[in-house]
């Protein structure tokens, strides 16, 4: 693939153009919002809660799990810098959703999409592909993530050295951050390493290295520190499995992620109506081969995780967002060109239209009671908060303890009285007055959130402090065994 050579900033938006994107992300936020949504599952707040971590002590390996690093690097940062509330959080990911619209921008222009192709290709990404919306406002990295491996599997379609710098550099990010970018990095070093032999330039050698470095890097963290390389995979197998529920056969498996993709089926009808329109009239020349197989790689990575159960235990789809952010930009490549035919007024009939639906059908991927809804659990932190920074234990019925933990602030000063982890069944220390007393002096606890079922258990040596619905918040002088 000859293209002429082209510096990284041709490929930047414009000051207008900018903000048009910034206010496209700006307008999914918002929309999610006014949804309802506040996070997608209990992992948005065991990661706040990891990151909050980090801040007060920083490690490589902030999780010591199957979790990769780089989020709670960069949360934990944040906190560092200005303390570890829970707007901080919200502010990062909205920071993060705005970047990565500018990266499919960045992307869409990489693969030959003119100027408003690129634009209305990155506004897709964050109004129509499924969990972008409300993914951009949530304390996870699978919306900055997939922009990353949408943006290095862009550079593949420019045979420079100098943009696929860029492109090794994004997947190092991304290889950091969810285990889906590890097919497309490898996918690039091939090509990279291809591009070296023959153009005889030695420096896309380096960049097949830069590439590959993060998961090089985490294979060895864990054949040193968990004593098996994979150790990533046993762990999300056996949790997966720990879960139960019926087996599934094996081709029902293999075509689960392909079917999914049909989740984005306004993209899909936007492309249709727009390519069948514009099909004779397109000036433009797509370089898409490279970028659609490092895709197609991605794709095949999870078929086989999802025979092997080393998927997502919930919300399965939100990994293809790589894949629907690259149908966003040919969606709006061709829409563009539909767009050039339309009237002033037309147009922003069609801009309304696109905000009314994403309003009304992003709630369809994503019904409410598919979320999680921890508003009590926060109350109980944020009140635990106000008068202890250490010494909390905590008492839910579900992983909701993540929850309390992040409105707590300060994870270190916690302990759990119950995990709830289904691979290590415990009993809980709830079989007596007496049991629940020992085990918080072990503890060291001062204070105490317990729920409700549970308030009775503990005796005068208790005073409650604060209450909501769900949960009783005590003060606790329990003395020496």
Not at 39 to 53: E, K, P, T, V
């Amino acid at each position: 693939m000859n293209h002429p050579e082209a510096r990284p900033r041709d490929f930047l938006p414009s000051g207008r153009e900018l903000a048009l994107l910034i206010g496209a992300r700006a307008v999914a936020c918002l929309l999610a919002w006014d949804n309802g949504f506040r996070a997608l599952s209990d992992d948005d707040y065991a990661r706040i809660s990891i990151a909050q971590r980090y801040a007060q002590a920083p490690s490589f390996d902030p999780s010591g799990t199957s979790w990769l690093p780089a989020p709670f690097w960069a949360y934990g940062s944040a906190f560092h810098l200005f303390g570890p509330g829970l707007g901080v959080a919200r502010a990062m990911a909205v920071t993060l959703g705005i970047g990565a619209t500018i990266l499919v921008y960045c992307a869409a222009r990489m693969l030959g999409v003119a100027r408003p192709g690129a634009v209305l290709g990155a506004v897709f990404s964050s109004l129509l592909a499924p969990y972008s919306a409300y993914l951009g406002i949530a304390a996870l990295p699978e919306v900055p993530c997939a922009a990353l491996i949408l943006y290095s599997a862009s550079t593949l379609a420019r045979s420079n050295p100098r943009v696929q710098l860029l492109g090794s550099l994004a997947l190092f990010l991304a290889c950091l951050s969810r285990y889906e970018a590890w097919p497309v990095a490898a996918t690039f070093a091939i090509f990279c390493v291809r591009e070296a032999i023959v153009q005889r330039r030695f420096a896309f050698i380096g960049c097949a290295a830069l590439a590959l470095a993060a998961p090089t890097i985490w294979l060895t963290l864990g054949r040193v520190e968990h004593g098996d390389a994979l150790f990533f995979v046993a762990r999300v197998t056996s949790y997966r499995r720990s879960l139960g529920g019926a087996e599934e056969p094996l081709l029902r498996r293999l075509l689960e992620y392909p079917a999914l993709l049909f989740k984005a089926a306004d993209l899909g009808s936007i492309l249709l109506v727009a390519w069948a329109v514009t099909r004779k009239s397109s000036g433009e020349t797509l370089h898409l081969r490279r970028c659609a197989l490092a895709l197609i790689s991605l794709l095949a990575f999870l078929m086989v995780g999802s025979v092997r159960d080393g998927v997502p235990t919930h919300h399965m789809a939100r990994v293809l967002l790589p894949i629907w952010f690259f149908g966003s930009i040919l969606a709006g490549s061709r829409s563009a060109l539909l767009a050039a035919r339309l009237s002033g007024p037309a147009r922003a009939v069609c801009g309304l239209a696109l905000l009314g639906w994403t309003w009304l059908v992003t709630p369809i991927y994503l019904p409410r009671y598919d979320l999680a809804e921890r508003q009590a659990e926060l109350e109980a932190g944020s009140a635990a908060r106000a008068r202890t920074a250490r010494a909390l234990s905590i008492d839910t019925r579900d992983y909701g303890y993540f929850a309390v933990e992040a409105g707590f602030g300060e994870p270190a000063g916690t302990r759990v009285l119950e995990d709830h982890d289904p691979r290590r069944p415990q009993a809980g220390p709830f079989s007596s007055s007496r049991a629940l007393a020992e085990v918080l002096r072990a503890q060291g606890a001062q204070f105490v959130i317990l729920t409700a079922e549970h308030a009775a258990l503990l005796g005068s040596q208790c005073v409650i402090r604060w209450r909501n619905a769900a949960f009783l918040l005590f003060e606790c002088e329990l003395g020496e065994r």
